[in-house]
């Protein structure tokens, strides 16, 4: 498998990163089977593992630190920290307080003395940005992070971010993690160009929108019960146009991957990996069929008519269903900050 730096970090890195998220009681419960697909992915090349503290609350980080004993130095580990750990409220969010005690929660969790690359998950506008980047910095200079990033954060925040770091001599962000696939194209906007300004690596999550784009969600069919409802239900509620759009928007690839003779897996996959500021799509394998089922998308190589025909379905720049772009700021969620007193 080819490899891609991370950013100007020179780490080098595969173009598929495999995802943990489903590794748990969110996805697969079996701790054994779900070693053996994080080993299968290692022996097939891939050497970039992302998982994350709240994922099935550490359950996650616990499975990836059983597979990687005795493998760990051939692999860049990746996790992040932001998502509730628990009721209290300082069990969360940006701060320095959460961000240096859950670093030290997620190395004993992952069994390592040293995390590749330790990402925010989502902004946090309660608190400054110094003080997270600040951190950070402490993180990296004891030793115990190489590097850090951010995920699903918007182009303004990651400028600001860059900024402040140089201004107050912080380390930076090298990567962000933001949601981009076929259906979910929002990122091209600005976020891809900022993060090829910056020099950021790019590592999308959910390249196959959240199972919309395995091939399952097909028109004139019994849609299929996805396991992230529960948590995400405005991704999946179809009494939402932007669901009834995703639709007819994966009908229409699905005949276009047939029409080019690729599973609509490989299509989905490689169209993100194709994008020049990215450097590795996060996959989220359940099983070992399905982590088979992506592992060949590295190969895959898309013509001009084959993109050109998938801006026709869903054009740059867009995303059908705005709840998956991942993250609303409070300016748009709380409609308080709307409305004068």
């Known amino acids: 498998m080819e490899l891609r730096t991370l950013g100007r970090t020179g780490v080098r890195v595969s173009p598929l990163c495999l995802g943990a998220m489903m590794f748990g009681a969110w ?4 701790h054994d089977e779900s070693v053996r697909i994080i080993q299968r992915a290692l022996d097939a090349g891939v050497n970039f593992v992302d998982t994350a503290d709240a994922y099935s609350a550490g359950e996650s980080e ?49 069994g390592t ?15 400054e940005i110094d003080e997270t980047l600040g951190a950070l910095s402490d993180l990296v ?89 529960d948590r995400v239900p405005l991704r999946y509620d179809m009494s939402l146009p932007g669901n009834q759009r995703k639709l007819d928007a994966a009908e229409a690839l699905a005949q276009l991957a047939e029409r080019a003779g690729l599973s609509l897996i490989h299509l989905s996959i490689a169209f993100v990996i194709r994008h020049p500021a990215v450097t590795a799509a996060i996959i989220g394998p359940r099983t070992m069929e399905q982590l088979d089922s992506q592992l060949g998308a590295v190969d895959v190589s898309l013509s001009d008519d084959v993109l050109d025909a998938i801006d ?9 269903n705005p709840p998956d772009n991942g993250w609303e700021p409070p300016s748009i969620t709380d409609r308080s900050l709307r409305r004068r007193p």
């Not at 996805?27 to 079996?30: F, L, R, S, V």
């Not at 196959?208 to 299929?224: E, H, M, S, V």
């Open 62 to 110: 616990e499975i990836v630190g059983k597979a990687l004993a005795g493998r760990r130095d051939e692999v860049v580990l990746a996790t992040k920290v932001h998502m509730p750990m628990g009721p209290g409220p300082n069990s969360r969010g940006n701060s320095r307080r959460w961000v240096v005690s859950e670093c030290e929660a997620s190395l004993r969790r992952l």
């Open 312 to 320: 026709e379905i869903v054009p740059p720049g867009t995303t059908l």
């Open 27 to 30: 996805g697969n419960p079996d």
């Open 113 to 127: 003395d040293w995390i590749d690359l330790y990402q925010v998950h989502r902004p946090d506008p309660s608190c």
């Open 141 to 229: 200079h004891q030793g115990k992070i190489r590097y850090f990033g951010s995920s699903t954060f918007p182009a303004s925040y990651i400028v600001e971010a860059q900024w402040v770091a140089e201004r107050r001599g912080r380390e930076r962000f090298v990567c962000e993690q933001p949601p981009y696939s076929l259906l979910v194209r929002a990122v091209e906007r600005e976020v891809l160009p900022t993060c090829e300004r910056y020099g950021m690596g790019v590592i999308p999550w959910s390249p196959l929108a959240g199972g919309w784009l395995t091939g399952n969600f097909r028109k004139g069919r019994d849609l299929p019960v996805s396991r992230r409802a």
